[in-house]
């Protein structure tokens, strides 16, 4: 029988992975908050943990998808003697997104209570996620790096060795800087051509059939075609990652001047309500 795996943290992204771990034939410990979320995974025959502490117990691997540092640390009750209890001799695998020096820091941390830690952000979003297509950077241990990597592979097209902490990170936040760029530009042109007046189907034309053509573009032009926003990378998380690259780009003196008018346009769409709509929405903030 193989060993009984992890994953805390069923949201947008994480319930399709944990999903495709399961069709991997993996034996997953699930825990999220909100417990509705974990009932189609345990009709898949995960076995649903009553709290993270059970999961913890449970496990010497846990894979942890969490929105934000602040519930990471809720979740491992760092600040108090039970941090030490849950993580010793276990690995932990933080696959959600965070400022770099908070990773290097529960790295210190996890490894000071007898613990292992690598760090596996996803590059994708929720179409992804489901068909198994997320790209993966690992960094952590040499010991454990090869043995993540195999594992998490039915969730990642493509798993990325970025060596030693915080480097994985740091590589997911280079990827979203051009990942929101890439799309607000996008919206921009978007919004030009429909200001002069251009045939919607021949600026895709133009658009999908030149060197500039990718998926994430193909998608996204749809959906603004479309107006269709249901979530696949929602405002709030978008913006939430906008902010990750700024804060952490004034750590290392990087320029991000692009980034900045990003922000400014996506925090205009989430306090015109869109937050829990697909990035498209950006769109919005031209419109209003």
Not at 176 to 187: A, D, E, R
Request: aromatic share 6%; hydrophobic share 40%; proline share 3%.
């Amino acid at each position: 029988m193989h060993q009984e795996i992890g994953f805390i943290g069923l949201g947008t992204m994480g319930q399709p992975m944990a999903e495709n771990l399961l069709q991997a034939g993996n034996n997953l410990v699930v825990w999220n908050r909100s417990q509705d979320k974990s009932h189609h995974l345990q009709k898949m025959g995960a076995r649903v943990a009553p709290s993270p502490e059970a999961v913890f117990s449970s496990c010497e691997i846990i894979l942890i998808m969490l929105a934000n540092g602040d519930v990471m640390d809720h979740v491992f009750k760092r600040e108090s003697d039970t941090f030490q209890q849950l993580v010793d001799k276990k690995v932990i695998v933080h696959m959600g997104t965070t400022l770099p020096r908070y990773s290097s820091g529960l790295k210190e941390d996890i490894e000071k209570a007898g613990g292992s830690y690598l760090e596996a952000p996803v590059s994708g979003s929720k179409v992804q996620a489901q068909e198994g297509k997320l790209v993966s950077m690992i960094a952590g241990p040499d010991a454990h790096r090869d043995m993540i990597a195999k594992l998490i592979a039915p969730v990642a097209q493509s798993v990325i060795d970025c060596g030693t902490v915080p480097n994985a990170m740091h590589t997911k936040l280079a990827v979203n800087t051009y990942l929101i760029g890439l799309v607000t530009s996008l919206v921009e042109a978007v919004n030009y051509a429909e200001h002069a007046g251009i045939n919607m189907k021949v600026f895709e034309q133009v658009l999908c059939s030149g060197p500039m053509a990718n998926d994430v573009m193909k998608i996204k032009l749809n959906k603004l075609l479309n107006n269709d926003f249901t979530r696949q990378a929602s405002i709030q998380d978008v913006l939430y990652n906008n902010k990750l690259i700024t804060e952490t780009a004034k750590d290392i003196e990087a320029d991000t001047p692009l980034l900045h008018t990003c922000e400014m346009l996506i925090h205009q769409a989430f306090n015109q309500g869109f937050a829990q709509e697909d990035m498209a929405a950006i769109l919005k903030a031209y419109q209003h």
